[in-house]
């Protein structure tokens, strides 16, 4: 069995839901099951299945923000 690993830098994620991360190339990954989403073409529109709903890239990139370097911990 082999295994490869691949590391993805990531830069942005949405405000609504942060496990829904991009990268520099417009990549979309979702943190909590570590895949890679695929495009989608729907309606004429392409973008992203987010939660189980379809999502538009012009949709989607208003609701983009940085990923802050120092998240907030309670603890």
């Not at 909590?32 to 379809?54: A, D, E, P, V, W």
Request: charged share 25%.
């Amino acid at each position: 069995m082999t295994n490869i690993t691949i590391k993805v830098a990531c830069k942005w994620r949405l405000k609504y839901a942060h496990n829904y991360i991009f990268d520099s190339q417009g990549n979309c990954y979702n943190s909590k099951t570590n895949r890679k989403l695929k495009q989608c073409y729907q309606s004429r529109c392409i973008g992203y299945n987010i939660k189980g709903k379809f999502k538009s890239l012009s949709f989607l990139r208003d609701q983009l923000e940085k990923i802050p370097q120092k998240d907030f911990c309670p603890f």
